[in-house]
């Protein structure tokens, strides 16, 4: 379930008795350009109806791949500033667009996030696939990281050559502090690729929580003690290593 000599304490997936060890896949592309969020280079950046644009934040505690990360109203002011990219897909294909991210308030506000999928270019078709996320709050204030996240995926089917994937602060209030810290966002064909946790690229490792869709996923942890939920469907739990390093425990039903 994840990185080697980790441990995996777990209620709440169903795991294929054909679980094959990570090592043997191929490695994943990433379709997104700067997916790790180091910067906005790639991304467009935009404002909700009255809230700040994400500003891009530079401290050691702040991403999960680099120490630069998105922070969504970190004004304090209304929530809905988003941002997204257009991918080049091939119609008929299923892919999955998977983010890490956590709640960062001053108050025990919850922070959310929605992940949107939508034909053609810039927004301008209609919605494939949204779902929205609760966050957090995972930190008391925002010059804290416990090294937890949560990984949060939907899945899509492309109908054009063209898709654009929005992150967008879906935080029901506006908050004292920061809604929202998104990073390491990866959109992937789904038959080539799995869900997979942090490797914690120049933080510590992070404890990542994986969220699966109600879809069939392949899921992997990566650094640190994750934890795998399937959430639905029948799901393929990928490691690496000898599976007597891992402690599994099985969901019912």
Excluded at 78 to 107: D, M, P, R, S
Excluded at 149 to 164: L, N, P
Excluded at 167 to 186: H, K, Q
Aim: proline share 2%; hydrophobic share 35%; net charge negative.
């Amino acid at each position: 379930f994840v990185a080697a000599a980790q441990v995996l304490v777990n209620s709440d997936i169903k795991v294929s008795a054909n679980s094959v060890n990570a090592a043997q896949l191929p490695t994943i592309t990433n379709l997104l350009t700067n997916g790790s969020l180091a910067t906005s280079s790639g991304w467009t950046v935009s404002s909700g109806a009255s809230s700040p644009a994400p500003t891009w934040e530079t401290a050691s505690f702040r991403g999960t791949d680099g120490d630069n990360a998105p922070s969504f109203n970190s004004a304090g002011s209304a929530t809905g500033g988003y941002i997204y990219q257009n991918i080049v897909t091939e119609v008929g294909k299923t892919y999955t667009f998977q983010v890490n991210a956590y709640g960062v308030e001053l108050n025990s506000t919850n922070s959310a996030l929605t992940l949107t999928a939508f034909a053609g270019s810039n927004l301008g078709g209609g919605e494939l696939s949204s779902d929205t996320f609760t966050c957090g709050p995972d930190e008391s204030g925002t010059a804290n990281h416990t090294n937890t996240g949560r990984v949060y995926s939907i899945k899509f089917v492309a109908t054009s050559t063209s898709t654009s994937v929005r992150i967008l602060d879906a935080t029901s209030v506006a908050s004292l502090g920061e809604d929202l810290v998104v990073d390491r966002a990866i959109v992937f064909e789904t038959d080539t690729g799995y869900i997979s946790g942090s490797t914690g690229a120049t933080d510590t490792p992070i404890n990542d929580t994986l969220l699966g869709t109600s879809a069939n996923d392949k899921m992997a942890g990566g650094t640190g003690n994750d934890t795998i939920n399937g959430q639905g469907g029948t799901n393929t739990a990928l490691y690496t290593g000898s599976r007597s390093q891992y402690t599994i425990t099985i969901a019912s039903g």
